[in-house]
């Protein structure tokens, strides 16, 4: 049972370009994650979704970030126009139903330049 | 100030000395785990403690949970080179589930041989 896989793990955009980050969840798990940890921080959390639904979207930013986890295939977060502020790790988490634990990606490593 | 704060933010030591970590939050809570990062990778869980529990242990680690002081310490005994990481908690904000943990800073915690 593969862990859960983001990618890409290192991603470069130039300001303005869109970054489009997939997270593909454990086998089983119908609960999606999204966190994003700025150099020296801890993990803030930006959204929580479902299989076709946001059930949380309180920690991301009104404009230019989103986030799907559709029927088939794995969550995308996607940022459109980066500025250098997104520059960040982001990291996605899986867990069953019902259960307090999260199991995290490697992350994807964001750089605007 | 955030939910989840550690201390102390940095720690040094020699290995085969303990390590101890606190963690301290603000609102009620069902869990509180503590997650493991080596440097530029995803998140490790290690432990989950309950409100209901005062101590739990896993091999090396001991986390005690005072609900009273809402803090929390994590101990690692006889420490290793290889446990230099940064130590993360996580707290579930009372939804009993995996959305939205709420992370603090962390302790990055060196090693020495």
């Known amino acids: 049972n593969a862990g859960v896989m983001q990618n890409p793990r290192h991603l470069v955009r130039r300001r303005g370009q869109e970054a489009r980050l997939r997270c593909s969840p454990m086998?089983?798990?119908?609960?999606v994650y999204w966190y994003r940890q700025l150099p020296e921080e801890g993990l803030k959390f930006m959204v929580y979704?479902?299989?076709?639904?946001?059930?949380?979207e309180s920690g991301m930013p009104k404009e230019r970030f989103s986030a799907e986890f559709p029927k088939e295939g794995p969550s995308i977060l996607r940022i459109q126009q980066v500025v250098r502020g997104d520059s960040a790790a982001y990291f996605c988490?899986?867990?069953?139903?019902?259960?307090?634990?999260?199991?995290f990606g490697q992350g994807t490593r964001l750089t605007v330049v | 100030s955030q939910q989840g704060e550690e201390d102390p933010q940095a720690l040094s030591i020699q290995e085969g000395e303990n390590a101890t970590m606190n963690c301290s939050y603000k609102?009620?809570?069902?869990?509180l785990q503590w997650y493991r990062q080596n440097s530029g990778r995803g998140l490790v869980h290690l432990i989950l403690?309950?409100?209901?529990?005062r101590e739990k242990h896993s091999g090396r680690l001991r986390v005690t949970l005072d609900t009273s002081k809402k803090s929390s310490s994590l101990l690692i005994t006889a420490s290793r080179a290889a446990d230099t990481a940064s130590y993360f908690c996580?707290?579930?904000?009372?939804?009993?589930?995996?959305?939205?943990?709420?992370f603090g800073t962390g302790t990055r915690l060196q090693v020495t041989l």
């Open positions: 996580a707290t579930d904000l009372n939804t009993g589930t995996a959305s939205k943990l709420t």
């Open positions: 609102t009620s809570i069902n869990n």
């Open positions: 988490a899986s867990s069953p139903p019902h259960s307090p634990l999260a199991f």
């Open positions: 979704l479902q299989k076709e639904n946001i059930i949380d």
């Open positions: 403690i309950r409100s209901n529990e």
């Open positions: 086998k089983g798990h119908s609960h």
